[in-house]
């Protein structure tokens, strides 16, 4: 087996904790995956992998490309259909996915409309994945980097103006990530902070030390519950339904 790079091996850190928390979910009958903003498929081609029918809604088409290629390598159908969040009923149909996943998209989207769309998708029962960058850890993200009036400018404001290329990204507190799950009607089900440690370690102590993506993986997994933690990390997950 080829031996993992450095970026692989925390890529697998940074994810565990989410898939963690979809396994019992995906293992528990779930026969039809929706993802929006799949990109090229790195969750969706694995769900399919595990059996499951899979959908992918996704903008750009050199991602549902990349996602083709992707899903042919691993032997499996994936549907993709090219589409923005707000075609998600016209696309799959209501009350026709036993989960979705929304991975990195709300920062891109209005976020209550792609809820209200995401919960006409979902069947009574069903249950949201929501994947969301955290403002809190993004705050101290930017003050180590040095830049200190982003950072100050982040503290309150959920959607900043964009800075050179490409649309600002909207980050979330956990408590306004709440509030905008009750409005679109969803009960929160289980918060985890994801990416606590993974984006601050070294390179070299990834590739030097023997072991230390499993002992890192594992304390990500052992602070993924405690709400201390969850303003510190990168990303927070949300199961809903
Ligand atoms: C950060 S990537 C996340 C990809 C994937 N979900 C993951 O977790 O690896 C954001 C994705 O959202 C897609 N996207 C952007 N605007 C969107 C919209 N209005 N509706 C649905 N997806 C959108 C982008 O094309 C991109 O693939």
């Known amino acids: 087996m080829a031996a993992m790079v450095t970026g692989e091996r925390r890529g697998s850190a940074r994810t565990a904790v989410v898939w963690d928390a979809l396994g019992p979910i995906l293992e528990g009958g779930a026969r039809h995956v929706v993802d929006i903003g799949g990109g090229t498929g790195g969750f969706a081609v694995r769900i399919a992998e595990g059996g499951h029918r899979v959908t992918v809604v996704e903008p750009s088409p ?6 083709g290629r992707r899903a042919r390598e691993a032997g499996v159908d994936v549907v993709g259909h090219q589409g923005d969040v707000s075609d998600l009923p016209a ?25 209200a769309r995401i919960r006409e998708v979902l069947r009574p029962g069903g249950t949201l994945s929501l994947l969301v960058a955290n403002r809190h850890a993004a705050v101290v993200a930017r003050a180590m980097a040095g830049h200190f009036h982003q950072a100050h400018e982040l503290i309150d ?4 103006a964009a800075r050179g290329r490409g649309p600002a990204a909207r980050r979330y507190t956990a408590d306004e990530l709440r509030d905008l ?3 679109a009607g969803f009960d929160v089900r289980a918060t985890h902070a994801v990416r606590v440690f993974a984006d601050l370690v070294p390179g070299s102590v990834l590739d030097l030390e023997p072991g230390s993506t499993a002992a890192l993986t594992d304390l990500e ?21």
């Open 62 to 67: 050199d991602a549902l490309a990349a996602l």
């Open 157 to 160: 404001d959920a959607a900043p």
């Open 221 to 241: 997994r052992a602070v993924a519950e405690r709400p201390e933690f969850l303003p510190l990390a990168t990303q927070l997950h949300v199961l809903a339904g």
């Open 91 to 115: 696309l799959v149909g209501a009350d026709s996915a036993d989960v979705v996943l929304c991975h990195g998209v709300l920062e891109v989207v209005e976020p209550a409309d792609a809820l």
């Open 181 to 183: 799950l009750a409005t």
